[in-house]
Nanobody, 123 residues
Framework: QVQLVESGGGLVQAGGSLRLSCAAS????????LAWFRQAPGKEREFVAI????????YYADSVKGRFTISRDNAKNTVVLQMNSLRPEDTAVYYC????????????????WGQGTQVTVSS
């Protein structure tokens, strides 16, 4: 079992930065792939970024590549999403997700989810 709690969302102007954190509980955290998804009002939940258990393999959605960076600290049971050069279209609720066996981009394949944190980017 893994429990996830996101933090770090807020309101920022376009071009600004935010740092989202996801704190995880559970002894097997290091064995899980961790991902960030987001969901804007009226839209389907979409993949943002993933980091595999080793921390050496990452993958990003094209829409955030070069602007967002995902990292993890297994000793601290945290995963971080650094978001730079934010755009109004990045506005959404951001969710942290974890799974012991799946490491893809399909949201409903993930077993564990946080409650979400709101990110709002003003133009």
């Amino acid at each position: 079992q893994v429990q996830l709690v996101e933090s770090g969302g807020g309101l920022v102007q376009a071009g600004g930065s935010l740092r989202l954190s996801c704190a995880a509980s559970g002894r097997t955290f290091s064995a899980y792939s961790l991902a960030w998804f987001r969901q804007a009002p009226g839209k389907e939940r979409e993949f943002v970024a993933i980091i595999r258990w080793s921390g050496r393999s990452t993958y990003y959605a094209d829409s955030v590549k070069g602007r967002f960076t995902i990292s993890r600290d297994n000793a601290k049971n945290t995963v971080v999403l650094q978001m730079n050069s934010l755009r109004p279209e990045d506005t959404a609720v951001y969710y942290c997700a974890a799974d012991p066996s799946y490491s893809g981009t399909t949201w409903f394949q993930y077993d564990y989810w946080g409650q979400g944190t709101q990110v709002t980017v003003s133009s």
